[in-house]
């Protein structure tokens, strides 16, 4: 079936450094793309989302990018801190649906202090 | 604003018993969909519900069941459990006709 899937399931970086999380997607009709973080012990957070008719979208210390040509998104972020150290999921939601989410398998980055 | 709560937190079952977690949305939300999360198969959907009504519905067999309430309070259910049910429960809850949902924090069942 189609899903979501991560090309890296574990990232370890130096604080400070740059963070970039990859992610894969298979459904051509999905139109909203979301990223979660979720924390030792608790549930998935928002970080930031992008619909499909945008490249790239920018938050506070994190950006997306996507790439609809190679089914391509990637989460970027900026000067890493130790409080970023979680497992981050890609979503996608497919479209015309609000309530249809697919979840990718997750990264777990691991900031180095 | 409270978030999402989900009680119980933690839980330990023994084959063939059957479980009802509990999750209670944030205020004003009407729509709430169940995860299942395990190291194996990641987030998975379970089904998701708006207005005590199933709008949703993932792959998993019958034996899981849910139901809201008309404050929009959600259980489910999972009869005969096995071995392989053994997982974190996730529950989220959003407004209808958006796409951000806000989880709580799980209850985390083990079966023996």
């Known amino acids: 079936g189609e899903s979501v899937g991560l090309h890296l399931p574990t990232l370890s970086v130096q604080e400070g450094d740059n963070s970039i999380i990859n992610c894969a997607y298979s459904?051509?009709?999905?139109?909203?793309f979301i990223w979660y973080k979720q924390e030792s012990g608790k549930g998935p957070q928002f970080i930031i989302d992008?619909?499909?008719?945008?490249d790239k979208r920018q938050g506070q210390r994190v950006t997306v990018l996507l790439n609809k040509t190679v089914k391509h998104l990637s989460l970027q972020i900026a000067a890493t801190q130790p409080g970023d150290s979680a497992v981050y999921f890609c979503?996608?939601?497919?479209?015309?649906?609000?309530?249809?989410?697919?979840f990718g398998p997750g990264t777990s980055l691991s900031v180095i202090p | 604003k409270a978030g999402v709560t989900q009680t119980p937190r933690y839980l330990i079952k023994t084959r063939g018993q059957q479980v009802t977690l509990s999750c209670s949305p944030i205020?004003?939300?009407?729509?709430v969909s169940w995860y299942q999360q395990t190291p194996g198969q990641g987030l998975q959907f379970l089904f998701e519900y708006f207005s005590e009504t199933q709008r949703n519905k993932g792959n998993f067999p019958g034996r899981f069941s849910g139901r809201q309430f008309s404050n929009s309070r959600s259980e489910m259910n999972v009869s005969t459990l096995e071995l392989g049910d053994s997982a974190l429960y996730l529950c989220a809850s959003k407004l209808s006709a958006t796409y951000e949902q806000y989880f709580g924090p799980g209850t985390r069942l083990t079966v023996t």
């Open positions: 459904n051509s009709a999905s139109d909203y």
């Open positions: 992008i619909r499909s008719n945008m």
């Open positions: 979503a996608e939601n497919i479209a015309t649906s609000y309530d249809k989410v697919i």
């Open positions: 205020s004003g939300h009407r729509s």
